[in-house]
DNA sequence: GCCACGCTATCTG
DNA sequence: CAGATAGCGTGGC
């Protein structure tokens, strides 16, 4: 069974995705879109629609490097909400600046929720355009892709 | 090996 | 308030 890749659409920006099951490779963004399928649970969340990312896991996290116990950390902050470098830092027993390096470097972002990892002071970076992760922050703020499936509480 | 990073706390004018 | 400085962990060259 061969790794499959896909894309959907975000905004202005598409997502590609490699993956196989529930084990995501690897996840970019791209100006073009190419056909094949992508996970369901990413595809709801592209089009702002209730979505469990929980459910996928990412290579990012496996082992026991520093780079994967951030991204674990990263993994466990809530939908709609932020950390600072220096707090997911310090959730790990490393420093800010490896956090920024290890988000830098992140191989499937969206999975592995980079954009909720933002600066003390401002917003942080984000690649290959700032303009997603604000994006991202504002959808997940309004609360819709992050409202459970199963027709609950909704606040 | 060395170096550039999606950072931050601290210190110095 | 602006600039310098030190400290982290990895992938790329």
């Known amino acids: 069974m061969a790794i499959l890749t896909g894309s959907c659409r975000l905004g202005l920006w598409h ?65 709609g909400e932020t950390r600072t470098y220096g707090e997911v830092a310090r959730m790990v027993g490393t420093a800010p600046r490896a956090v920024g390096a290890a988000m830098a470097r992140n191989p499937t972002p969206i999975v592995v929720p980079c954009h909720r990892v933002v600066a003390k002071t401002g917003m942080g970076g984000f690649s290959p355009d700032i303009e997603i992760k604000e994006a ?20």
């Open 15 to 79: 997502v590609h995705v490699a993956w196989q099951d529930d084990l995501v490779y690897r996840v970019r963004f791209s100006r073009e879109g190419i056909a094949g399928p992508v996970p369901d649970a990413i595809l709801r969340y592209c089009a702002g629609r209730p979505a469990d990312l929980s459910t996928l896991r990412s290579v990012a996290t496996e082992g026991e490097t520093t780079f994967a116990k951030i991204y674990r950390a990263v993994r466990e902050i809530p939908c």
């Open 136 to 155: 991202l922050l504002a959808m997940e703020r309004r609360g819709d892709v992050c409202t459970p499936e199963k027709g609950g509480v909704n606040r």
